[in-house]
């Protein structure tokens, strides 16, 4: 199924005052398609063929879009529908006595092909009915929203007509608006021809709403204005009711924006509790950091005069060591001095003894002692004469 886009109408999901103002179109055309042959281009969802074809001989509808044609196919078999493109369809020249042609020529950037084959397959005698936005008031009415995405090129009054002037010698171009008016019937099914009296029409293009375009080659009958209804009811009742509707809606609203005030002010005074709790968090936190830093200062000053302290002990006690180092090397120097004397000393008495020994086995002291002669010398015992 087709989708909405908000550009392509497709019935049943448009809004009655859009659908209203795209079918009043195709009811104009109607007035001209009695018995003939008609060709309806860029047709979209062929909604309007389909009325067309009610009263003419034969009616076609072309569209570009595949989706479009498959839904006219598939909901308005009285109309024969093709895909095509509106600047070149597949019909010879003069086969058709009506071509209308509802806005559609703004999508196209050659809007040119459009005219210039409507002129071709149209009788010389033939009408074709376009249709656009009037640039202006388009322009003032997307002012929030921007361009149309969708419109190549939209039109201004005199240049709308002076381009249909280029293909068609007459050309007359009247208004479309909505319109308030009032309408006075019997209840029943209305005839297809009420009477209608405009009592002040505006006549200004300037704040028209969209411009139509009657075209030929052929000079143009009078035509007069026409009124589409799309339903007679007491639509002042209706606004009333719609009034009344607004209104509930806006004591919604108002009830809702005192319950949001509410939550606010509530909001703001949970914002405001936090906010103070925050803040005796805050100084709390600010005490305990304080206490911190002073406990943490109070250990570094300890720390720092027991390593002073300790610093000085060590020194003192390396400075003992010290000192008992070089007694002990003092005192090894003293017994390595004293060991050399007595091995000095000992050397002596061995070279003593053995003198005294050999003083002792000397022939001249012996015979000395037979003599009488020289010192009396004691004999040792043999051991030690031995050593």
């Not at 999901?13 to 009811?27: G, I, M, N, T």
């Not at 200004?204 to 339903?231: H, K, M, W």
């Not at 003992?320 to 120097?333: G, H, N, T, V, Y």
Request: charged letters at 25%; aromatic letters at 10%; hydrophobic letters at 40%.
């Amino acid at each position: 199924m087709s989708e909405f886009t908000g550009e392509r109408v497709i019935p049943g999901q448009v809004h009655e005052d859009l659908w209203s103002e795209h079918v009043a179109r195709y009811a104009l055309a109607a007035r001209f398609a009695h018995g003939r042959r008609v060709l309806d281009l860029g047709c979209g969802t062929g909604y309007g063929t389909a009325h067309l074809a009610g009263v003419a001989s034969s009616a076609v509808g072309v569209d570009l879009a595949p989706e479009a044609i498959t839904y006219a196919v598939g909901h308005f078999p009285a109309a024969q529908f093709l895909e095509s493109s509106a600047n070149a369809v597949p019909f010879p020249p003069a086969s058709f006595d009506l071509v209308t042609a509802f806005e559609v020529i703004e999508h196209l950037r050659d809007w040119r092909a459009l005219l210039a084959e409507a002129h071709r397959v149209l009788e010389p005698d033939g009408l074709l009915i376009v249709s656009t936005p009037n640039k202006r008031y388009y322009a003032e009415a997307r002012a929030k929203s921007g361009p149309n995405p969708f419109h190549e090129h939209e039109f201004e009054f005199s240049e709308f007509r002076t381009a249909l002037g280029e293909f068609f010698p007459h050309v007359q171009i009247v208004f479309q608006d909505r319109v308030e008016a009032f309408a006075f019937y019997n209840g029943a099914l209305s005839s297809n021809d009420p009477a209608a009296e405009l009592a002040r029409p505006a006549g200004d293009p300037e704040t028209a709403n969209f411009f139509i375009g009657f075209c030929s080659c052929a000079p143009l009958p009078q035509l007069p204005a026409f009124l589409y209804v799309p339903r007679a009811a007491n639509l002042l009742r209706e606004r009333e009711e719609h009034i009344r509707l607004l209104e509930h809606e806006l004591a919604q609203v108002r009830t809702w924006l005192d319950q949001t005030t509410v939550d606010r002010n509530e909001l703001l005074s949970a914002h405001s509790n936090l906010q103070k709790q925050f803040e005796s968090e805050q100084t709390r936190a600010a005490q305990i950091i304080t206490d911190l830093n002073e406990e943490n200062r109070r250990k570094t000053e300890w720390a720092l005069e027991t390593e002073q302290r300790l610093t000085a002990d060590l020194e003192q006690r390396a400075a003992q060591f010290a000192e008992a180092i070089r007694l002990l090397d003092r005192a090894e120097a003293t017994i390595v001095e004293r060991s050399d004397w007595a091995r000095s000393l000992d050397t002596q008495l061995q070279e003593t003894a053995a003198q005294l020994a050999l003083v002792r086995q000397s022939r001249w002291l012996k015979l000395g002692r037979q003599l009488g002669l020289g010192p009396r010398v004691k004999e040792a015992p043999a051991k030690e004469a031995m050593e």
